[in-house]
């Protein structure tokens, strides 16, 4: 069970919204924490490290991972939690745009799942959690852009999890509800409405639902579940 054992998890996006959440929730419960985020990290605790950098940036993935190694020895968990939007029409959007969405929200889940599951098959077990979104079922209009990337997030869950399946790794997928967090910030709140009326739970969500799902997911007991993309609040 969580908490009875100490846990070495990776965390990125950890600076903000829900990845900070995480963060903080697992670095209170005691387990070897690390981030990895653009930005400096609010947590000062003694199970905490951050590393500064870009989920798409190969060389500084790969140095982090190696510095965990040292650390640690060992990684049980990755929480691939960064990620970027742009809620806008596919006319409207840019290349640059496009390119920026792709790098850190597919880019960055591949590298850094890769490098992750290279530690993870070393002690022949590892749990990786990708977090994508409701805007692949629902295929909202104005995130063309964000909800394809996800959807390749969605593949990569599920292709990884055969791929990983031998060592004890398991891959999943968490699209959360609508959070109030800097992602939908400047997202219309009539187009918020329309979003929570579709979910089968007609309410916003907490980063605490998210973390819930973690929990089990990453339990040892949990072996048996890969592939699996759930919707909090439900499609």
């Known amino acids: 069970m969580i908490g009875e054992s100490k846990m070495v998890i990776l965390i ?5 919204g829900i990845g900070y959440a995480i963060a903080r929730h697992y670095t209170e419960l005691g387990h070897s924490v690390y981030g990895i985020s653009r930005t400096a990290s609010e947590i000062a605790d003694s199970n905490y490290q951050h590393y500064e950098a870009s989920v798409d940036d190969e060389e500084k993935v790969h140095s982090a991972i190696r510095a965990i190694k040292r650390k640690s020895g060992r990684l049980d968990v990755l929480i691939n939690n960064a990620g970027v939007a742009s809620m806008n029409h596919s006319l409207l959007t840019t290349t640059d745009t496009l390119k920026q969405i792709f790098s850190t929200n597919v880019y960055g889940t591949f590298i ?30 104005g995130e063309a852009v964000y909800a394809a990337s996800k ?30 967090t800097n992602l939908i910030a400047g997202v219309d709140e009539k187009k918020l409405k329309k979003l929570l009326e579709r979910q089968a739970i007609h309410k916003y969500g907490v980063p605490e639902d998210v973390i819930n799902t973690i929990d089990f997911l990453i339990r040892p007991s949990s072996g048996m579940v890969t592939g699996q993309t759930i919707y909090l609040g439900g499609v």
């Open 12 to 16: 990125t996006g950890a600076s903000k």
């Open 151 to 180: 959807a390749a997030v969605d593949s990569l869950t599920h292709i990884m999890a055969r791929e990983y399946a031998e060592w004890n790794i398991t891959v999943n997928a968490i699209a959360p509800p609508a959070v109030k």
């Open 112 to 141: 850094c799942s890769r490098e992750a599951a290279k530690l993870m098959i070393r002690a022949k077990y590892g749990r990786i959690i990708n977090i994508t979104t409701f805007a692949v079922p629902f295929k909202l209009e």
